[in-house]
Every structure is written in structure tokens, then in C-alpha cells.
């Protein structure tokens, strides 16, 4: 059973800095690129980054690649996503996601399992 759990999301000035978690278990680590996504209210899901298994390779949204930072510690099962310098057009649900490659260009067709989301709102 395949399960991401994200974790890290709230509120948050303009301006600031936030760490989202995403705790991933039920699969081989050796196998699985890991993505993160964002989506707000009528919008399209947005593919924002994603990390090879091994960490070797990363591919990021060009809007976002200055701001935000992809991670993971396959020790403890977790991938993270860095943000800065948040903006109110950043509030949204961001996911992770399991992806059988990091692929950006096609990167939600390659998505095996979903995590449950967690809001991020950028707000004064």
C-alpha cells in the first residue's frame, strides 16, 4: 500500500519562508522519483519540482526554480520541499506525489499514487 503524507503546510506572511514534509512509505525508495504539485481553487494541478530516486537528478517549474528547493532522505523516507520569498499567489494545496520518473514535461502522466495535500496559505 503506497502512502505520501504531507505535513509542513499553514499560514504565512508575505515574504516568508516555509519547509513542507512529505513522508512516503510502501514502495522502493530505488524506484520511485517523488513530485510536488500545487493547486488553487480553479485552477489546473501544477507540477512544481520533482527529485530522482537517488537525488542525482531534479527538474523544477522555470517560474518557480529560484524560490523553491526540492530534497529528500530516503533513510527517513522523506522528501522535502523548501519555499522563499512566498508570495500570495503561492497559496494553493501542495502535493507530493510517487512518479515512476522525474519527468517533468510529463510529470503528472508518470504519477502512480497521490498524497492527501496540505494548504498553504500566504496571507498578511
Known amino acids: 500500500q503506497l502512502q505520501l503524507v504531507e505535513s509542513g503546510g499553514g499560514l504565512v506572511q508575505p515574504g516568508g519562508s516555509l519547509t513542507l514534509s512529505c513522508r512516503f512509505s510502501g514502495f522502493r525508495w530505488d524506484q520511485s522519483a517523488i513530485g510536488w504539485f500545487r493547486q488553487a481553487p480553479g485552477k489546473e494541478r501544477e507540477a512544481i519540482s520533482c527529485?530522482?530516486?537517488?537525488?542525482?537528478?531534479?527538474q523544477y517549474s522555470f517560474s518557480l526554480k529560484e524560490r523553491f528547493a526540492i530534497s529528500r532522505d530516503n533513510a527517513e523516507r522523506t522528501c522535502y520541499l523548501q519555499m522563499t520569498g512566498l508570495e500570495e499567489e503561492d497559496t494553493a494545496i501542495y502535493y507530493c506525489?510517487?512518479?515512476?520518473?522525474?519527468?517533468?514535461?510529463?510529470?503528472?502522466?508518470?504519477?502512480?499514487?497521490w498524497g492527501q495535500g496540505t494548504q498553504v496559505t500566504v496571507s498578511s
Open positions: 506525489a510517487r512518479a515512476d520518473l522525474c519527468d517533468f514535461s510529463g510529470l503528472r502522466d508518470r504519477v502512480t499514487h
Open positions: 527529485v530522482s530516486s537517488d537525488s542525482k537528478f531534479t
